[in-house]
T-cell receptor, first 115, second 112 residues
């Protein structure tokens, strides 16, 4: 089992560009969560998805950020028109059922740097 | 809103000593409390978790205790080793659901 796979590991974007972060959950996991971690801080919930459904996006900024988890392929977190404040580590996690019962397995993260 | 507070923010211990990290939470409906270890530049890894129907859980040198009345839970690491050095995060699930709220982390340094 390859675990939760995220790519790219590092991403550099200029202000105004788009960033696309990918996450493939563990085999058998159908629940995906995205968290953001600023330097020296904890993880902040962004969005919870199941296949083809956004269940909870309460932690995601209303503008410029979107997420999807299509029927086929990885979950995508998209950030449009990036700004310096978007620089952070973005972690994806997956679970076989709702995370509050089963716990999360995290991927290695994508470290986004906006220059 | 739900808040998880974690103390201390940094902790330095001598190898072989014990380390204790404490967290408090505000949502009385929380029923799942995991602890994660994150080494520099790496993913958070689950090291132990506890559910609200249990007061204590132990796994070798690591133990977690939960006081539901006081709404706090603690991580105990005994016989610390240099490889225990990392940032540790506690978390609680919001409203008995999937959403984990994380503490701000404790940077543990174990001195050889």
């Amino acid at each position: 089992n390859a675990g939760v796979m995220q790519n790219p590991r590092h991403l550099v974007r200029r202000r105004g560009q788009e960033a696309r972060l990918r996450c493939s959950p563990m085999k058998g996991h159908s629940h995906v969560y995205w968290y953001r971690q600023l330097p020296e801080e904890g993880l902040k919930f962004m969005v919870y998805l199941q296949k083809e459904n956004i269940i909870d996006e309460s932690g995601m900024p209303k503008e410029r950020f979107s997420a999807e988890f299509p029927k086929e392929g990885p979950s995508i977190l998209r950030i449009q028109q990036v700004v310096r404040g978007d620089s952070a580590a973005y972690f994806c996690a997956s679970s076989p059922g709702q995370g509050g019962t089963y716990g999360y397995t995290f991927g290695s993260g994508t470290r986004l740097t906006v220059v | 809103g739900e808040n998880v507070e974690q103390h201390p923010s940094t902790l330095s211990v001598q190898e072989g000593d014990s380390a204790v990290i404490k967290c408090t939470y505000s949502d009385s409906a929380s029923n799942y409390f995991p602890w994660y270890k994150q080494e520099l530049g790496k993913r958070p890894q689950l090291i132990i978790d506890i559910r609200s129907n249990v007061g204590e859980k132990k796994d070798q040198r690591i133990a977690v205790t939960l006081n539901k009345t006081a709404k706090h839970f603690s991580l105990h690491i005994t016989e610390t080793q240099p490889e225990d050095s990392a940032v540790y995060f506690c978390a609680a699930n919001l409203d008995s659901s999937y959403k984990l709220i994380f503490g701000s982390g404790t940077r543990l340094l174990v001195r050889p």
